[in-house]
């Protein structure tokens, strides 16, 4: 009786173990796609369009999940899960260009997932210009101190930094525009006049502030209320062709935390900020220039933080870049804990948002994440 020997290998490392064995080379890209394998959630479709996928996916060796009442017409729509290697499924998506009930438009929609490709991760160095702020309220809310914290932020290597003048932690209440201006003006005539060439953000949900700052040749409007506090924000973003951080919040920072409900914390996040894509998109918002936020802490219990990061892969299916803010936040349960030891909490979680392809993220101790990151340059996948 022989005794076999077996291992499993992780996905990352197909293509090395391929080259391990000695794989016809002039063939190894094409036959990688066999090795690869990916489930896609399809929203809602109609029983002709889940039939539809299901035989074909079947045809093909894959296979495609369906409610139990496709097959006896018991309801109206079903969502759907395709799984199957990339090859299959670029062959199904050949397969229904050629179909009737609009499947040639979702062929098209799983090509682009499929094409969909990751950039490097940044560093986005938080600036609180608040004296309320759950982290660091009051330490950097004069000009001195905000602009020294910048130089600090750039030389330990933030990418962008990200500047607010409003604290949107849970309970706090609205800060005027006019006091928000009066706060990150000076800081930004003051980088306008040294020709600082970093990328900022400004942490806003106001239309006048937003308006205000884009004077100054800030790259990325960062609102937390995902465009809905303020109407004319949309408009704004619009009409100066900017980069938007649209988040995902349940209620109002005065109501947020009040028992947040959710069906399916997953689904109900990622369809809010589809349709917010679509709703950005035809106001004239280019789908290039919105970066998604999941928004932890924004209406989340912990249980439902901890979900979303766990599956914040899920969201690069949007087809827009990801940015995650988990920085010493309260769900980390470390309430009474020194920022150095929630920082490191933080490193660790954000160490998983970066295997999991975010491309932003939102920290308050930029060394530590930088150092984080060149020692991962060591894994090539990230």
């Known amino acids: ?24 080379s002039s063939y190894i890209n094409f036959a990688l796609k066999k090795y690869k394998y ?6 809602k479709l109609t029983l002709p369009q889940a039939n539809i996928l299901k035989q ?32 299959q499924i670029k062959n199904i998506i050949e397969k229904l260009k050629y179909q009737q009930f609009s499947m040639p438009q979702l062929a098209e929609q799983l090509e682009k997932l499929l094409l969909h490709k ?8 938080i600036l609180n210009l608040t004296d309320n702020s759950f982290s660091d ?17 750039m030389e330990d290597g933030a990418d962008i930094i990200d ?43 106001s239309s006048l502030v937003a308006a205000r700052v ?24 619009a009409d100066n062709s900017t980069k938007v951080v649209i988040q995902h919040s349940q209620g109002t920072p005065e109501n947020m935390q009040d028992n947040p409900q959710y069906k399916n914390v997953i689904d109900d996040v990622y369809l809010s900020l589809n349709n917010k894509i679509k709703y950005a998109i035809n106001k004239g918002i280019k789908k290039e220039n919105i970066i998604l936020d999941v928004g932890i802490g924004f209406g989340k219990t912990q249980e ?42 933080t490193l660790a979680l954000n160490t998983l948002a970066i295997e999991r392809k975010v491309d932003y993220i939102r920290v308050h101790n930029v060394k530590l994440h930088r150092k984080m990151l060149d020692l991962m340059k060591n894994f090539k996948e990230l």
Not at 71 to 87: A, H, K, R
Not at 118 to 125: D, M
Not at 163 to 187: C, D, F, W
Request: hydrophobic residues 40%; charged residues 25%; proline residues 2%.
């Open 304 to 345: 439902q933080n901890f979900e979303l990061i766990k599956r914040i892969n899920e969201f690069k299916s949007l087809g827009c870049e990801l940015m995650l803010g988990i920085s010493r936040k309260s769900f980390l349960g470390m309430k009474d804990a020194s920022n150095d030891e929630k920082d490191i909490y």
């Open 137 to 153: 309220g009051g330490i950097y809310n004069n000009f001195d101190s905000a602009i020294k914290h910048i130089y600090e932020m």
């Open 1 to 24: 009786m022989s005794d076999f020997c077996l291992k499993t290998i992780d996905e990352l490392e197909v293509l090395n173990e391929l080259e391990n064995i000695g794989f016809d």
């Open 56 to 87: 074909t996916a079947l045809s093909l060796g894959a296979d495609c999940a369906v409610n139990k009442g496709v097959l006896t017409s018991e309801v109206q729509f079903s969502d759907c899960i395709l799984g199957g290697s990339f090859s």
């Open 214 to 237: 884009l004077n100054y040749g800030v790259s990325i409007i960062n609102d937390v209320s995902g465009l809905d506090f303020d109407k004319q924000m949309i408009n704004v973003i």
């Open 163 to 205: 500047i607010g003048a409003e604290s949107t932690k849970p309970y706090s209440e609205p800060v005027s525009a006019e006091s928000q201006i009066e706060r990150i003006e000076p800081i930004l005539k003051y980088l306008q006049d040294k020709d600082i060439k970093i990328p900022i953000s400004i942490d806003t949900r």
């Open 38 to 43: 990916i489930n896609i959630k399809i929203f």
């Open 118 to 125: 990751r950039s490097k991760t940044k560093i986005v160095g």
